[in-house]
């Protein structure tokens, strides 16, 4: 009887730390209502671009569609998707396809996942970077090379006029990715893919036994199709000619979905890769921590996922962690037969230290969150001051976000906002009163940074 009674105490305990986790989770910027906001504004704002370029739509993807991150807190990971080209199962019908479509066939690779792009079809007029990787490859075939397309490609080239702003640099690139920086500050990872017309494997995600999402969300997942973004397996020879398929519409639109609950698992799930696991290599990323959540969602009846069952989530996520990193297997939510694990270059010193970390940080309970700073620091903060300082960040990020909207209905010529507009000189004046009353309270704490900007920037990390 004693027994049962500290077991029904800790799990009391862990319950209420749970709840208490969530609401500062809430505080810190990642509770439903910001969450939802952010979707909608980066949506918006994906709209209003794509309305001025026919031939390109960009798509807002990773923690900033998902709504979980702040302006600065991450980079900006955007798909530049090539409209006028197609790629498609084998035994399409291309007579289906409009004829101003360039069109690609697919053919799996031994890796799955992932393709080879030969021509059918090609449409002149458009996307010279994809013209310049064409190769024959001596058999009377003509390929797509995904390493020669993407070091064709210029992003500043193909960005629309709105989206050039002052000081956007372009770096080198980082494996399919186009990196441009904003200001020195503001990061964005571009990633120029093709649209891809897979059903079958879409109907076999879709035909899955499941406890969620509903159907209703299946069927729009289904309809938000696919995409081929430049990377092969890097185990493979033949790499530089292969395409992966990816689903970023329908993965933010699974991630749109989750809970509350499911979304600060996913969070903090992540917060302890950056802050405890921190792979200097990418031997794990934060897309193996969402599809430990998504498979959760799945697999869970959504009744067992509530505020209170936080830490619970957390320690089975942490456990299917350790069993992926021991195993070295992890399924893709959306093609099970690709191991997200399979080419994670993770070297046994590093796999035994993250089990053992791991097996800790399970074994200290609801202490964990002690590992992590920026929930540490909320905890150690006087709640009032820290409930004052959230709603000011977040009317900040609101500002920013309206500014940013703003200036894609109003610029000249060269792409710069127009500052004589009344919205935006308002939400300017009102980034500036709050800024000064943040500032004003950071003096009167000992802090002795007068540079408003840097503040700001700060804040929006």
């Known amino acids: ?258 809970n509350d609950t499911q979304a600060k698992v996913y969070v903090m799930l992540k917060m302890i890769l950056k802050n405890v696991l921190r792979p200097s290599k990418k031997e794990i990323t934060s897309y193996v921590m969402k599809n430990i959540v998504l498979w959760q969602a799945e697999n869970n009846q959504q009744n067992r996922f509530y505020a209170g069952s936080l830490f619970y989530w957390l320690h089975d996520g942490l456990k299917k962690l350790r069993t992926a990193i021991v195993t070295q297997q992890l399924s893709y939510n959306m093609i099970p037969e690709r191991n997200l694990m399979a080419a994670s270059g993770l070297q046994d010193k590093q796999q035994r230290k993250w089990v053992a970390d791991i097996t800790d940080m399970i074994a200290e309970g609801p202490n964990v969150i002690l590992r992590l700073p920026k929930i540490r620091k909320a905890i150690v903060a006087s709640p009032e001051p820290m409930l004052w300082f959230s709603k000011r960040r977040m009317e900040l990020e609101m500002l920013w976000m309206e500014y940013f909207e703003r200036a894609m209905h109003c610029h000249d010529e060269n792409g710069e906002p127009d500052e004589c507009d009344y919205i935006i000189y308002k939400i300017k004046r009102r980034q500036a009163k709050v800024l000064l009353e943040v500032w004003g309270w950071m003096v009167l704490d000992g802090c002795i940074v007068n540079d408003l900007m840097i503040i700001y920037d700060r804040i929006l990390m």
């Open 1 to 258: 009887m004693d027994i049962e009674i500290l077991l029904f105490c800790i799990q009391n305990y862990a319950e209420s730390v749970s709840v208490e986790i969530c609401s500062i989770l809430t505080r810190l910027g990642y509770g439903e209502e910001i969450r939802r906001w952010r979707i909608k504004k980066y949506r918006e704002f994906d709209r209003l671009v794509n309305a001025r370029r026919p031939d390109l739509t960009m798509i807002t993807a990773g923690s900033k569609a998902e709504g979980l991150t702040c302006r600065l807190e991450s980079d900006w990971d955007i798909l530049q998707v090539l409209n006028k080209v197609l790629c498609v199962e084998a035994g399409t019908n291309l007579r289906t396809i409009p004829c101003d479509m360039e069109v690609y066939r697919m053919d799996t690779c031994a890796y799955p996942g992932h393709c080879k792009l030969f021509l059918e079809r090609q449409a002149l007029g458009y996307y010279n970077e994809l013209h310049r990787a064409l190769y024959d490859n001596g058999n009377g075939d003509v390929l797509l090379s995904s390493d020669f397309f993407v070091e064709g490609i210029s992003i500043l080239s193909i960005l629309p006029l709105a989206c050039k702003q002052a000081g956007m640099v372009q770096n080198s690139r980082a494996g399919p990715s186009i990196p441009l920086t904003i200001h020195k500050i503001l990061h964005m990872d571009n990633v120029v893919s093709l649209p891809c017309h897979c059903p079958s494997i879409l109907k076999r995600w879709a035909a899955r036994h499941r406890h969620w999402p509903p159907p209703i969300v299946v069927e729009k997942v289904v309809s938000l199709g696919a995409y081929l973004t430049p990377v092969g397996y890097k185990g493979s020879e033949s790499k530089h000619v292969e395409w992966r398929v990816c689903f970023n519409t329908g993965e933010a639109e699974l991630v749109d979905n989750l």
